[in-house]
């Protein structure tokens, strides 16, 4: 059990502060940078900023979970789903730094809230913790969806990260819904979209 707990451990601190890494080459390898104007590049930034608070969020939200879940099949998926949630990490974490900007200030904190979400999901039963997999990704889904409609359109560094990041999130709602996942109860999806708002409002600008 301790050996477990440091390992655990020790993935927290490296998603907070080590470089992420990503198997696949990044969306945006061999696209130019545009001449944005500063009002541009900052709302970019701001975006981009809200996409890397997110991987983070969900790192840790699928670390909780499927350190919970009871079925095999059930912690693979989430396993898998965070494997590609880290290349987003490395895709978002990259593109912040080249639009001249710092992650998050507040993202230990939000790593903290969505580990301890992630755990008590996990321990509901694994048709609930999938149906909260499936939820979070359809609902990160649509806000790609809207950054997309933001994004300034000469960005298209920024814009093919976002577009390959929602098609892995897609997928792994479609993997959560084949292995059982149960549709969670209309509040508690709420609950969620009011979580993410505050989150999104706070990590665009800190």
């Not at 927290?12 to 470089?19: D, E, I, M, N, Y």
């Not at 290349?87 to 710092?102: C, D, Q, S, V």
């Not at 969505?114 to 609902?139: M, P, R, Y």
């Not at 897609?170 to 059982?180: C, L, N, P, S």
């Amino acid at each position: 059990m301790l050996d477990k707990l440091i390992i655990e451990f020790d993935k927290g601190v490296r998603t907070l502060f080590a470089p992420a890494h990503s198997r696949r080459a990044h969306p945006d390898e061999h696209l130019p940078d545009a001449e944005l104007t500063d009002a541009e590049k900052r709302h970019a930034l701001g975006l981009m900023r809200v996409n890397h608070c997110g991987e983070i969020c969900a790192q840790a939200l699928y670390q909780g979970q499927a350190l919970t879940a009871r079925d095999q099949d059930a912690r693979d998926a989430l396993r898998h789903a965070a494997v590609e949630e880290e290349e987003h990490l490395a895709w978002t974490e990259r593109r912040i730094r080249e639009l001249g900007g710092h992650p998050s200030l507040f993202n230990p904190l939000w790593y903290t809230g969505s580990l301890a979400i992630g755990v008590a999901a996990g321990l509901l039963g694994d048709k609930w913790n999938l149906g909260f997999l499936e939820e979070t990704e359809h609902q990160v889904g649509a806000h790609l969806d809207s950054h997309l409609k933001e994004l300034p359109a000469d960005d298209a560094k920024s814009r093919a990260i976002v577009e390959q990041m929602r098609d892995d999130e897609a997928e792994h709602a479609k993997m959560a819904h084949q292995y059982g996942a149960a549709p969670l109860p209309s509040p508690v999806k709420g609950l969620m979209r009011l979580t993410s708002k505050i989150m999104t409002t706070t990590s665009y600008r800190l």
